[in-house]
């Protein structure tokens, strides 16, 4: 069982930069999967970035094209957290940012076993 606990969104104006972090219970957190995933009002949710297992899969990163170049995810296992560091935020980037945790993960958020409530980012233009 992993609990996830989201916490770092806000209101920002564009251009903008937040982090977010979401902490994890559990013994095998290094052994995860960790993903972000976002939705925002009438739409569905949606990958935002992954982080693979380092002694897994060597830390591999996955970014949505939409964010790729301005988010960055890590994950300090020695914490049990991963992170978003979202650089030159957009109005469109507004929504409720999700954290995930799965043996396999990948882009596809139905294959995520455990998540975290959710935060809201509200970036204003």
């Known amino acids: 069982q992993v609990q996830l606990v989201e916490s770092g969104g806000g209101l920002v104006q564009a251009g903008d930069s937040l982090r977010l972090s979401c902490a994890a219970s559990?013994?095998?957190?290094?052994?995860?999967?960790m993903g972000w995933f976002r939705q925002a009002p009438g739409k569905e949710r949606e990958f935002v970035a992954s982080?693979?297992?380092?002694?897994?899969?060597?830390?591999?990163?996955r970014y949505a094209d939409s964010v790729k170049v301005r988010f960055t995810i890590f994950r300090d296992d020695a914490k049990n957290t991963v992170y978003l560091r979202m650089n030159s935020l957009k109005p469109e980037d507004t929504a409720i940012y999700y954290c995930?945790?799965?043996?396999?993960?990948?882009?596809?958020?139905?294959?995520?076993?455990?998540w975290g409530q959710g935060t809201q980012v509200t970036v204003s233009s």
């Open positions: 559990g013994r095998a957190f290094s052994s995860y999967t």
């Open positions: 982080v693979a297992s380092i002694f897994l899969s060597g830390g591999v990163t």
């Open positions: 995930a945790a799965d043996r396999i993960g990948g882009r596809n958020p139905n294959r995520y076993e455990y």
